[in-house]
């Protein structure tokens, strides 16, 4: 008798259960050596207008929050997307040597590098670019339209091409795995959805609609922006546009 093939993601949920042996998975695996604490890219910088910090109550931006996926043709201003990358990964304090940041992670490690792709900016040209937390500015990775791309990417979801810009949200796990283990894993995708509902809340509090995307060929998602999908690997995609 053919005993049933337990399901890949029951098995890792089961080998990574915390026991009083320690973690299944961990058992007989070296930890990896701690990667740099964020990604630095050669290439210009363009500055974002500061953060503010005003606007919409948090209960209200709560009771207005929804996945919206369609959009108006008008660009967000390069206020609105230096806001939102500092609601995702911005700066609010600083520990030691370790910038703490508006999204809460596993031992403060912040295994997350934040890359929007710009569709409808003003005053910034159609790209992939990658923000710089250290000093609220963006990197340009590659300039074109690249919609067309994303839209294929995330299999033909139409709001990858009519949003203003969509977040890559990528993690170098290894940032996590040194100090976690195989469980490290979990606080990944758990730090995913923290970000996403802190792209949500301020998108509503900035009157734009937003969407949080799950569903795309994680491979051609690392084409496009650049990474190996090994060391770093994209997670999430949110999408933000004008109402």
Not at 7 to 36: C, F, N
Not at 188 to 200: C, K, T
Request: charged residues 20%; contains cysteine.
């Amino acid at each position: 008798m053919v005993e049933a093939r337990v399901p890949l993601g029951r098995l890792y949920h089961e080998s990574t259960k915390i026991t009083w042996s320690g973690v299944p998975a961990d058992q007989g695996v070296p930890r990896p050596v701690m990667p740099p604490p964020f990604r630095e890219y050669a290439g210009p910088r363009v500055p974002l207008p500061p953060a503010v910090y005003q606007g919409l109550t948090l209960e209200e931006a709560l009771r207005r929050r929804r996945s919206v996926r369609q959009y108006a043709p008008r660009p967000l201003t390069l206020a609105e997307l230096g806001q939102l990358c500092f609601a995702a990964q911005g700066v609010t304090g600083q520990y030691r040597d370790r910038y703490l940041r508006t999204a809460p992670s596993a031992g403060a490690l912040y295994p997350f590098e934040l890359y929007p792709v710009v569709h409808r900016v003003e005053g910034l040209e159609p790209g992939v670019y990658h923000y710089n937390l250290q000093d609220h500015s963006l990197t340009v990775l590659d300039v074109g339209d690249f919609r067309q791309a994303l839209w294929r990417a995330g299999l033909e979801q139409e709001v990858l091409a009519e949003a203003g810009v969509v977040f890559v949200l990528a993690a170098v796990v290894d940032r996590v795995r040194f100090k976690y283990g195989e469980r490290g894993w979990r606080y990944v995708y758990m730090e995913a959805g923290h970000i996403s509902q802190n792209i949500y809340l301020q998108a509503t509090s900035l009157g734009l609609g937003s969407v949080a995307v799950g569903a795309f060929f994680d491979d051609e998602i690392h084409r496009l922006v650049g990474m190996d999908g090994q060391e770093e690997t994209a997670i999430y995609l949110h999408a933000v546009g004008a109402l």
